[in-house]
């Protein structure tokens, strides 16, 4: 009975070490893609279709045979719009999960938030949303654009003819990094046309602020001492009270034309667009852009949201950040390919010149040195479906500049990455 017992004991501890081993195995099967956006709070308005774009794109990947023959497996936190939080999920999935790469972030400080830890940890970050600029970490790539990519063009075309021929600029934003230094940037951009600053008008509001009605008072009257428009790098869930606050105060496009940096077609799903018609937003990409990959970007977003039952799935959009999750998950899984492995060094060198033909009707390319994508500008009136009829764009994608010449001491910096610590 002794000998029987032991031989069965044997057996299911070898048995046991067996599914031990082929489930390591299988692991070892898959590469591990963090996503790192938050899912609620103030910031969950924006970047939970990011999430819901990054799965789209890495079923559309694993559909096509996965990369390097492995399947890539999703690994979804949320940083809860906690910016000491992303620090800490970037963490886990760097160190417990073992992801080979993260897509993630929207805020500048979230990712500030993170970016010592991929740093130190030697993490690959794909951050697909436009920021300030004045960073170019050998840990980040970054497929949203730099303030030469939206915001100086933004504000050349409000001083235009075409765009309303502008003299006097009110400056609203969120207050964080991303607004005081794009700012920063515009305000040196405006006294190089000939604004002074007593035709710039600045004010900030904290995460999460919904009582826009002094602020869009003051905007009425600061309007009477010229033509005005207002520049608007409000972010999050905040955009809806602030266009709201607009259409009850009666601020037509016509008369002060609002030009936001983060709002999309995503963030005007929940408002009623009629009064906010001609009104304006900068980006590098619209859903309403006509061409054949465009056409299939959207038509399959549209089943996958409807296949997947996400929410409001018969009224899902797509946007620029959407479209940077898709081109970055794409070019990462190119770079990979070309360097046989998923080792971050050697992904980093395999993902310079990388190009990808794009939603936006362009082909895309990865810059040779400062980590950012070559991206076209455009500009999209709002129209009453909550949709963008481009009204200006760019012939065609332009360099980054991380450094802004506008900002005194930029042209000793150098064009290649440089850890930030």
Known sequence: ????????????????????????????????????????????ISETSLKDMALMTIDEINAKGGVLGKQLEPVVVDPASNWPLFAERGRQLLTQDKVAVTFGCWTSVSRKSVLPVYEELNGLLFYPVQYEGEEMSPNVFYTGAAPNQQAIPAVEYLLSEDGG?????????????????????????????????KDIEEVYTPFGHSDYQTIVANIKKFSAGGKTAVVSTVNGDSNVPFYKELANQGIEATEVPVVAFSVGEEELRGIDTKPLVGHLAAWNYFQSV?????????????AYAKARNLPNAASVVTNDPMEATYVGLHMWAQAVEKAGTTDVDKVRAAMAGQEFAAPSGFTLKMDEKNHHLHKPVMIGEIQDDGQFSVVWETDGPIRAQPWSPYIEGNDKKPDHPQKSN
């Open 1 to 44: 009975m002794q000998r029987r017992s032991l031989i069965k004991a044997f057996t299911l501890s070898a048995s046991i070490v067996a599914m031990g081993m082929s489930w390591t195995l299988q692991a070892a099967e898959t590469i591990k893609v963090g996503i790192l956006h938050s899912l609620s709070g103030t910031m969950a």
């Open 290 to 302: 006509e061409n054949p990959v465009n056409e299939e970007f959207v038509a399959k977003w549209k």
């Open 165 to 197: 021929g502008a003299r006097r600029f009110f400056l609203l934003g969120t207050d964080y990094v991303y607004p005081r230094t794009t700012n920063k940037i515009l305000r040196a951009f405006l006294h190089s046309k000939g604004v002074q600053d």
